[in-house]
C-alpha cells in the first residue's frame, strides 16, 4: 500500500530564505509525482508534475526533482516571499490499474516578511 | 480557458439528507476524480470517472456515490448525510486518467447540522 509522508508538517521562515521541502513515498513504482499548493480552505494549486522518467521539473522559482529509488521528492522554493505562504501537498501517482492519486499530510509554510 | 469548476460553493445540510455536488472538467478532459479533506485529515480518494464510467472508488461506503455525464461533467451524491461527512469536497479533470496531471476546482465546503 502506497504511504506518502511529508516533513516538515510545519515550517516557518524568513522572506528571502531558500527552502526544501521534502516528500517520501514507499511505493516506488510511480507513474508521476506532483506537486500542489493549497490556500486555506481553498482548492489545490498544480505546480509541477514529474513523470516517472524525469528527475526534475523548474517553473520560475521552483524546482522539484524525483527519486524513485530512495523513493524521494524534494520541493525547491528559491527566494521565499510572504505569497509562498501556503500549504504544499505532494501526491504520487501509482503505476497500476487503480491510476489515483495518494497525497501526503502537506506542508504549512510561513514566510515572514 | 475555464478551468475546473465546482458548485455549489458551500452548501448546509441537515443530517439524513441527501447532498449533490457538481463538477465541470477543463474542456477537453475525461476523467474526473473526487477527493474528500476532512478537518485535520488529508486528501482521501472518493471516486474516478473516465470516459463516462466509474474506474475506481476509494474505501468509502455505498452513500457515496456519482457519475459522469456524457459531456464528461460529474456528479457526486452523499446519501443519508451524517456528521462527519463535513469536509471540502474537490473534484479535478486529467485529460486521460492514465498518468497526465491533474487539475483541481475550489472545491464545495458541504456542512452537515
Known amino acids: 500500500k502506497q504511504e506518502v509522508t511529508q516533513i516538515p508538517a510545519a515550517l516557518s521562515v524568513p522572506e528571502g530564505e531558500n527552502l526544501v521541502l521534502n516528500c517520501s513515498f514507499t511505493d516506488s513504482a510511480i507513474y508521476n509525482l506532483q506537486w500542489f499548493r493549497q490556500d486555506p480552505g481553498k482548492g489545490l494549486t498544480s505546480l509541477l508534475l514529474i513523470q516517472s522518467s524525469q528527475r526534475e521539473q523548474t517553473s520560475g522559482r521552483l524546482n522539484a526533482s524525483l527519486d524513485k529509488s530512495s523513493g524521494r521528492s524534494t520541493l525547491y522554493i528559491a527566494a521565499s516571499q510572504p505569497g509562498d505562504s501556503a500549504t504544499y501537498l505532494c501526491?504520487?501517482?501509482?503505476?497500476?490499474?487503480?491510476?489515483?492519486?495518494?497525497f501526503g499530510t502537506g506542508t504549512r509554510l510561513k514566510v515572514l516578511a | 480557458e475555464a478551468g475546473v469548476t465546482q458548485s455549489p460553493t458551500h452548501l448546509i445540510k441537515t443530517r439524513g439528507q441527501q447532498a449533490t455536488l457538481r463538477c465541470s472538467p477543463i474542456s477537453g478532459h475525461t476523467s474526473v476524480y473526487w477527493y474528500q479533506q476532512a478537518l485535520g485529515l488529508g486528501l482521501q480518494f472518493l471516486l474516478w470517472?473516465?470516459?463516462?464510467?466509474?474506474?475506481n472508488r476509494g474505501n468509502f461506503p455505498p452513500r457515496f456515490s456519482g457519475r459522469q455525464f456524457p459531456n464528461y461533467s460529474s456528479e457526486l451524491n452523499v446519501n443519508a448525510l451524517e456528521l462527519e461527512d463535513s469536509a471540502l469536497y474537490l473534484c479535478?479533470?486529467?485529460?486521460?486518467?492514465?498518468?497526465?496531471?491533474?487539475?483541481f476546482g475550489q472545491g464545495t465546503r458541504l456542512t452537515v447540522v
Open positions: 479535478a479533470s486529467s485529460l486521460t486518467g492514465y498518468g497526465t496531471e491533474a487539475f
Open positions: 501526491a504520487a501517482l501509482r503505476l497500476s490499474g487503480t491510476y489515483k492519486y495518494i
Open positions: 470517472y473516465d470516459e463516462g464510467e466509474e474506474r
